[in-house]
């Protein structure tokens, strides 16, 4: 999980260049005839958004009566914004705000694609809003599918708006057999509100984190395995050289899968003595 200010994209412009690249004039003229119930909505949006009450938006299947949902799922987000210029322009701007082009929702993937937050299918009034496209790669777009909740505490961690980095929330386990392996669990901060532990576990699962976390820790313990194999270091240095690590990753992001790694690792009496001996799986 990434967090990232909002993109600075004004949502009733960028509905207008979408809709401005529409050849038919008299289809462009019915989507200018939502454009100031567009940016009611895309303001209710962003208030909603702020306080963690997306999941209050109810699911529709037109815009206000004069748009269906192919007119904004079809005609103006896949035909304009991702294929016309002047609306791929504003997709390419958006795919760009990932830092290092790693997915806000895993950390992990590289970017490749936007994800509509609520999904276009349920929501098609925020199909070009910028607020509701991510920046994410395609494990996270494929896997999280049409899904979305009208639960508080089941939603997903929004990368523009929900701020959980001041605890740590993510960590692992080294399980002390042979082969080595290590697992991942969320354990929020116990001052934290229930909805927010919560919401952190729920962003979790649906992300299927556990496991694709696991893989990308197997092939670093792998790595490991070779570095210690080639380079020997008494128990102690092996600690303090795994601690180390662990602090550059926590100061990077305190809840990535490599900070819980390198902490789990470096506290660890097994991993450092005998275990990092074993091969991992
Ligand atoms: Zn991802």
């Given at each position: ?5 909002k993109p600075i994209l004004e949502p009733s412009l960028v509905y207008s260049k979408c ?16 454009k100031?119930?567009i940016k009611?909505?895309s303001d209710?949006y962003d ?43 504003i997709?390419?701007k958006l ?33 070009v809003l910028p607020y ?150």
């Amino acid at each position: 999980m990434r967090i990232i200010e909002k993109p600075i994209l004004e949502p009733s412009l960028v509905y207008s260049k979408c809709l401005n690249s529409i050849g038919i004039r008299a289809k462009r003229d019915t989507f200018r005839k939502v454009k100031k119930y567009i940016k009611i909505k895309s303001d209710e949006y962003d208030s909603k958004a702020c306080i963690g009450d997306l999941y209050t938006i109810p699911i529709h299947n037109d815009v206000n009566g004069i748009l269906t949902k192919d007119d904004m799922k079809k005609t103006l987000y896949t035909q304009q914004m991702v294929a016309k210029p002047k609306g791929r322009a504003i997709y390419d701007k958006l795919m760009a705000l990932a830092p290092l082009s790693k997915c806000l929702f895993c950390g992990i993937g590289q970017v490749s694609t936007l994800d509509h937050y609520l999904v276009k299918s349920k929501f098609p009034t925020y199909s070009v809003l910028p607020y509701n496209l991510v920046p994410c790669c395609k494990d996270c777009n494929t896997g999280k599918g049409s899904s979305f909740t009208n639960v508080k505490d089941k939603q997903a961690l929004h990368p523009y708006y929900d701020d959980f980095t001041d605890g740590q929330w993510l960590f692992a386990e080294v399980k002390e057999t042979s082969p080595l392996s290590v697992g991942f669990k969320v354990n929020a901060p116990t001052n934290w509100d229930n909805i927010s532990k919560a919401r952190v576990e729920a962003h979790f699962i649906e992300y299927d984190l556990k496991n694709r976390f696991a893989v990308e820790a197997t092939n670093e313990l792998a790595k490991l395995n070779n570095s210690f194999t080639l380079y020997p270091l008494k128990k102690r240095l092996r600690k303090k050289h795994l601690q180390k690590d662990f602090l550059k990753f926590k100061n990077l992001h305190l809840n990535s899968w490599e900070s819980a790694l390198y902490q789990a690792l470096s506290e660890s009496d097994w991993y450092c003595g005998e275990g990092c001996k074993q091969r991992a799986i």
